[in-house]
Nanobody
């Protein structure tokens, strides 16, 4: 399986950004997906997860109410809509396939994308 994350960039605090993660090489619609992020000098942390159908989601407390994860199984793509971005959202964002169910742990994911940089400035 291959995951290609895109949509990152340099933005000002308060604006919105949408990340995309395109999947190929496996039956995308059968698996849950997740987004993680990693800031310099910090561990990779959970951001959001979505079930295979899109009917269930889970968010980290730090992004709840600001970020929305969604998926389009016809396009083999999962999205992360990020609103009201803050300086502390600056990180490399990774998408991954969930081998459990709405897992919040790195160990719960198997295939990872290459990451896309999001930098939020004041």
């Amino acid at each position: 399986v291959q995951l290609q994350a895109s949509g990152g960039g340099l933005v000002q605090a308060g604006v919105s950004l949408r990340l995309s993660c395109a999947a190929s090489g496996r039956t995308f619609s059968r698996y849950g997906m997740g987004w993680f992020r990693q800031a310099p000098g910090k561990e990779r942390e959970f951001v959001a997860a979505i079930s295979w159908s899109g009917g269930s989601t889970k968010y980290a407390d730090s992004v709840k109410g600001r970020f929305t994860i969604s998926r389009d199984n016809t396009k083999n793509t999962v999205y992360l809509q990020m609103n009201s971005l803050r300086l502390e959202d600056t990180a490399v964002y990774y998408c991954a396939t969930d081998r459990r169910y709405l897992s919040t742990e790195v160990s719960g994911y198997d295939y990872w994308g290459q990451g896309t940089q999001v930098t939020v400035s004041s």
